[in-house]
């Protein structure tokens, strides 16, 4: 492996097992490593630190092992036998009620870069590096390894996370097995994933215990659903018993998939209206005091530092809306998947929502992704979901 040596001062960063080794931190290297090579870091008097994924950019090295190990076969089995023993821990793997879920996420599992989602027996693949993608057969073994007779099919959906220059290169197709349409669960209520043409890997997994918070809040309410997608909160609110749930999604592909769900939680006898329209314009001409509950769930406002003041004022507008057409005593779920809008910001912005507003606000609840994406301790980088459930006073 090509050798990366630290500034001496940069040294500590790795050294506290943060998983990203960033350009400047640099002082010297062997020899220029491509692309997706593997690399070992040193500390500049040359004592081993890590092993990871080099790519040219401000992140130069995505750290895989604080240990000096071969990278084989047998390093991905391990790697993703540890993160299939988490899962089991969470009751997610043999549960009757929920049949998908987060096997690896990223940093959290020690493997940045690296997403995979399971659908029912079929895994589905995201690589966000270079590195990641080029160990995909050596992935896909390792997950025919850990899962054996639980998977019949492995998808690679990596084409649109990767980098633009590589990317070009890459097509998004099965490892291993062959496209089966695929039901799941999900605590009992289902859904049809479209892991080849839908968003992210086909749902957004890491709203599951969100969702069914929306169970405790929905009976009897009229509910607005915005950046609906496949309806995941509606779903559950029409099973939950609510008077009315109006689902809000400005991609026509995303409001069949809604009919779609409903069709398969034979739910069409339920009071529910989906919308195909731009969400700030539809709740701006939506009536005064119409929804008990309403849903913002927003695709990520900022991917960068440079855009997060104007994605602030984004989540600002948006909840500022929200607060002021909600029936006083109603209830606002709010989120932000935006990594670079942490929790503190986030809160603050919907304080100065609800100041403008002129809204009384109490608290409910604060949200997070579930256990099956988990933040390391040395990465808090990794909570990329928070969210707000906030009592608007009568």
């Not at 160990?135 to 099919?153: D, W």
């Not at 590589?166 to 049809?192: C, I, M, P, T």
């Not at 915005?226 to 609510?242: I, R, W």
């Not at 069949?256 to 001409?285: M, T």
């Amino acid at each position: 492996m090509k050798k990366i040596f630290l500034k001496q001062k940069k040294e500590a960063a790795v050294r506290r097992y943060h998983p990203w080794v960033f350009s400047g931190a640099v002082h010297r290297m062997e020899a220029m490593p491509e692309d997706g090579e593997i690399v070992e870091i040193y500390s500049q008097k040359g004592s081993y630190l890590a092993t990871g994924h080099y790519q040219d950019g401000s992140i130069c090295t995505r750290i895989i092992s604080f240990r000096q190990q071969a990278i084989d076969q047998g390093f991905w089995n391990a790697k993703i036998q540890k993160a299939y023993e988490y899962r089991k821990l969470l009751g997610l793997v043999d549960d009757t009620s929920t049949n998908c879920y987060r096997l690896v996420h990223a940093e959290g599992d020690g493997l940045p870069g690296l997403i995979i989602d399971v659908y029912g027996s079929t895994a589905v693949v995201q690589c966000h590096s270079i590195g990641m993608h080029k160990n995909a057969p050596q992935i896909a073994h390792a997950l025919q390894h850990t899962l054996s007779e639980q998977l019949s099919a492995i998808y690679d959906k990596s084409k649109e996370s990767l980098p633009s220059n590589y990317a070009g290169r890459v097509e998004n197709n099965y490892l291993w097995g062959q496209k089966a349409e695929e039901v799941v669960k999900e605590h009992d209520v289902l859904f049809s994933i479209d892991w080849e043409g839908g968003q992210k890997t086909g749902f957004f997994l890491d709203q599951r215990e969100n969702r069914r918070l929306v169970r405790q809040y929905a009976p009897g309410k009229n509910i607005l659903n915005t950046f609906a997608y496949s309806g995941g909160f509606s779903m559950y609110a029409l099973a939950a018993g609510a008077e009315q749930v109006d689902s809000v999604d400005i991609s026509q592909t995303a409001v069949d998939l809604i009919g779609k769900n409903i069709e398969l939680n034979h739910f069409q006898d339920k009071a529910h209206r989906s919308f195909k329209a731009d969400v700030l314009p539809f709740l701006q001409k939506s009536e005064t005091n119409q929804y008990d509950l309403i849903i913002l769930d927003p695709p990520a406002y900022a991917k960068s530092l440079k855009k997060r003041h104007n994605a602030v004022q984004g989540y600002k507008r948006l909840n500022k809306v929200a607060l002021e057409k909600i029936k006083p005593g109603g209830i606002l779920m709010t989120f932000s998947c935006s990594q670079v809008v942490d929790k503190k910001l986030f809160y603050h912005t919907i304080v100065a929502a609800a100041h403008e507003a002129g809204r009384q606000v109490k608290l409910m609840h604060q949200l997070s992704q579930p256990a099956d994406h988990p933040v390391s301790l040395f990465h808090p980088e990794g909570e990329y979901l928070k969210g707000l459930v906030l009592y608007i006073e009568k």
